[in-house]
């Protein structure tokens, strides 16, 4: 599935990077080396995280940075990482699953779509949909217990407030324990179906988003090269169209890579938001504030509307923007250099 094959029918060729394929991978490099670096990522993006958790779960609406600052005035800096350590130990299960996943996924998808009779640019579209929808449900099974456990931690204030009703947690391993006391398997479970309903069209949105990106990206850099070729050679004897390819270096690609990233994750974080917003609610909410079962779907989208109209819905949107943004942006720059560490032939993609 090359984007630069795809490109050779047209009369402003652009050579750049084949895609590497799952079958091209060497597996134990690429699990190892992408747990190591996509920790540095996570931990680097989380402190997003943490502010739009809090905004999500508030009565009220505060900015983003009202709500910063007053985090870190009343708790301190260590407030901006609080449940970090289940959120990392859950993610590198998590993101070799969902890896694991993406890869297959796209290759055979991709595969069986050609086979069909669709064309290569279809096939790569409905490729990396599908990827992106069962790498997300994939990594559901381990990311749902784990953001229940560290949203937990996220939104519980630093001290232990005697008159709170709700329950406070030492660290992950007592909110674990706790919840599952309290409401089994179940409890760790909370918000799965509505994660599900959130997290796999998001993700199939946001890998069939990106593909188009570079595309558009790619098309709109070539017409550029092209139209200054035109221009550069206009009277020669070839009258400009005797070399028309495009050939890109390595920054320019990461560049389009980052772009096409962060324009795909704003589209995914607007339309999801809302709910985002109600499955965080779900997962926070302790499970006597109505009776022994959590509120449902219905009862908390009620709740959001009277607290603050339909605009509630979107509370968190600047920090979740810009967290899904930058996570893309990083991720897929990331992604990308890990897949070229991990590959068996490094020789066969210097060409």
């Given at each position: 599935?090359?984007?630069?094959?795809?490109?050779?029918?047209?009369?402003?060729?652009?050579?750049?990077?084949?895609?590497?394929?799952?079958?091209?991978?060497?597996?134990?490099?690429?699990?190892?080396?992408g747990?190591?670096?996509?920790?540095g990522v996570?931990?680097s993006?989380?402190?997003?995280?943490?502010?739009?958790?809090r905004?999500?779960?508030?009565?009220?609406?505060?900015?983003?940075?009202?709500?910063?600052?007053?985090?870190?005035?009343?708790?301190?800096?260590?407030?901006?990482y609080?449940?970090?350590?289940?959120?990392?130990?859950?993610?590198?299960?998590?993101?070799?699953?969902?890896m694991?996943?993406?890869?297959?996924?796209?290759?055979?998808?991709?595969?069986?779509?050609?086979?069909?009779?669709?064309?290569?640019?279809?096939?790569?579209?409905?490729?990396?949909?599908?990827?992106?929808?069962?790498?997300?449900?994939?990594?559901?099974?381990?990311?749902?217990?784990?953001?229940?456990?560290?949203?937990?931690?996220m939104?519980?204030?630093?001290?232990?407030?005697?008159?709170?009703?709700?329950?406070?947690?030492?660290?992950?391993?007592?909110?674990?324990?706790?919840?599952?006391?309290?409401?089994?398997?179940?409890?760790?479970?909370?918000?799965?179906?509505?994660?599900?309903?959130?997290?796999?069209?998001?993700?199939?949105?946001?890998?069939?988003?990106?593909?188009?990106a570079?595309?558009?990206?790619?098309?709109?850099?070539?017409?550029?090269?092209?139209?200054?070729?035109?221009?550069?050679?206009?009277?020669?004897?070839?009258?400009?169209?005797?070399?028309?390819?495009?050939?890109?270096?390595?920054?320019?690609?990461?560049?389009?890579?980052?772009?096409?990233?962060?324009?795909?994750?704003?589209?995914?974080?607007?339309?999801?938001?809302?709910?985002?917003?109600?499955?965080?609610?779900?997962?926070?909410?302790?499970?006597?504030?109505?009776?022994?079962?959590?509120?449902t779907?219905?009862?908390?989208?009620?709740?959001?509307?009277?607290?603050?109209?339909?605009?509630?819905?979107?509370?968190?949107?600047?920090?979740?923007?810009?967290?899904?943004?930058?996570?893309?942006?990083?991720?897929?720059?990331?992604?990308?250099?890990?897949?070229?560490?991990?590959?068996?032939?490094?020789?066969?993609?210097?060409?």
């Amino acid at each position: 599935m090359n984007l630069g094959a795809a490109e050779e029918e047209s009369p402003q060729e652009i050579h750049i990077p084949a895609e590497i394929d799952w079958q091209m991978l060497d597996k134990s490099k690429f699990f190892f080396l992408g747990a190591a670096l996509f920790s540095g990522v996570s931990a680097s993006l989380y402190p997003m995280v943490v502010l739009k958790t809090r905004q999500q779960v508030a009565h009220s609406q505060l900015s983003c940075i009202r709500t910063a600052f007053s985090l870190v005035r009343h708790e301190g800096f260590r407030a901006l990482y609080r449940g970090f350590g289940t959120s990392l130990m859950g993610t590198i299960p998590a993101r070799a699953l969902y890896m694991g996943a993406l890869e297959i996924t796209k290759s055979y998808v991709g595969t069986a779509t050609i086979k069909v009779g669709f064309p290569e640019t279809t096939a790569a579209t409905i490729a990396n949909a599908a990827a992106g929808l069962s790498a997300a449900m994939a990594a559901q099974l381990v990311w749902t217990p784990v953001d229940v456990v560290s949203q937990r931690l996220m939104v519980q204030p630093s001290y232990n407030n005697p008159n709170s009703s709700s329950t406070h947690y030492i660290n992950g391993i007592d909110a674990f324990r706790k919840i599952l006391n309290a409401d089994g398997l179940r409890g760790l479970y909370r918000g799965f179906g509505i994660s599900i309903l959130t997290y796999a069209p998001s993700n199939a949105v946001w890998w069939a988003s990106y593909y188009v990106a570079q595309r558009l990206v790619w098309g709109g850099i070539g017409c550029c090269y092209y139209a200054k070729k035109v221009q550069v050679d206009e009277g020669n004897e070839n009258g400009g169209y005797g070399n028309n390819v495009y050939k890109p270096d390595s920054k320019t690609v990461i560049a389009v890579q980052g772009a096409s990233a962060a324009m795909a994750g704003s589209i995914s974080a607007l339309i999801t938001m809302p709910l985002d917003t109600i499955k965080t609610r779900l997962q926070v909410l302790d499970g006597d504030e109505n009776g022994r079962r959590g509120p449902t779907i219905g009862q908390t989208l009620r709740n959001l509307v009277r607290e603050g109209g339909w605009t509630a819905c979107y509370r968190g949107l600047a920090p979740r923007c810009a967290s899904m943004s930058m996570s893309a942006t990083t991720m897929i720059t990331t992604y990308e250099f890990l897949k070229r560490l991990s590959t068996k032939n490094q020789e066969s993609l210097s060409s």
